[in-house]
């Protein structure tokens, strides 16, 4: 069974930065892309960043790109998005999921994290 356990999460300022981490198993990041997602309130999960097992390519929504960055620490076994100039539209629930291949769709991701709430004020 594979466990994500999403934290970082809180309330910045537009324009701040914070790191979410999603913390997994050895087996986890060793044979699954991960990738992170995001539902703000009444609107579908929609995908933010992802990256690859083998090689680390990553794949960004284009509202994030340049701003967002995921990374993958295998000897920790943690993801991690690092989310900088952060706009009150980022605002959402973020999860983290892992599947074999990085796809920007929800139903590709069988395994979530429970979600950790970020909050962007004006």
């Known amino acids: 069974q594979v466990q994500l356990v999403e934290s970082g999460g809180g309330s910045v300022q537009a324009g701040g930065s914070l790191r979410l981490s999603c913390a997994t198993s050895r087996r986890t990041i060793s044979v699954f892309a991960m990738a992170w997602f995001r539902q703000a309130p009444g609107k579908e999960r929609e995908f933010v960043a992802g990256i690859s097992r083998s090689s680390g390519d990553t794949v960004y929504a284009d509202s994030v790109k340049g701003r967002f960055t995921i990374s993958r620490d295998s000897a920790k076994n943690m993801v991690y998005l690092q989310m900088n100039s952060l706009k009150p539209e980022d605002t959402a629930v973020y999860y983290c999921?892992?599947?074999?291949?990085?796809?920007?769709?929800?139903?590709?991701?069988?395994?979530w994290g429970q979600g950790t709430q970020v909050t962007v004020s004006s």
């Open positions: 999921a892992s599947s074999l291949v990085v796809v920007t769709t929800a139903g590709g991701y069988a395994s």
